[in-house]
């Protein structure tokens, strides 16, 4: 049940992103809560899954967007490359080393996006990185509120990773259910 919630969350997400922020935003920035939640979902759970909700997401964002198909998916898979960096002990820190990497994602992302489309990187940097580091201000202050969920995700996830296979206590007569 919680990869079916992720997936509603990360669906509603897109759909925020898509529909309803750009006719938000007041400096032409907007948080990509899409990457957030990749990026999360990633150091969370490893690459491998990582990878294959970047991938799913990004097609959905590019069926939402009209963008060509697999641009997304691709921006969001070096999402997910960066969120592998993040897979060490030293994520013990706690949110500091999740908000590097949302900013660090965004710009890649962003990066990915405009080379993707044929853009002339040396030609946009100035203007990229000024637009990718607002935008990356913004997932960096998403990623408190989306951890809190993303964990919850995980640690559920974990419990029923540990429950599969193992016998469950007679209920028999007189025993509650839990």
Known sequence: MP????ALTIAAAALLQAAVLPDLTLLQVRPNLVLVLVLLWTIARGTREGALWA???GLF??????????LHALALLSVA???ALCRTPRFRLGLLLPMAAALAATVLH???L???QGGDLGRLLPSLLRLSLLTGLLDLVAVPISYLYVAWLNRWVVR???TIGRPQPPRGPGRSIR
């Open 3 to 6: 990869r079916p919630l992720l």
């Open 55 to 57: 991938f799913g997401a």
């Open 61 to 70: 964002l590019d069926l939402l967007t009209l963008a060509p198909l697999g």
């Open 81 to 83: 490359g960066v969120a």
């Open 110 to 112: 962003d990066a990915v």
């Open 114 to 116: 405009l080379v993707a």
């Open 160 to 162: 029923l990773e540990e």
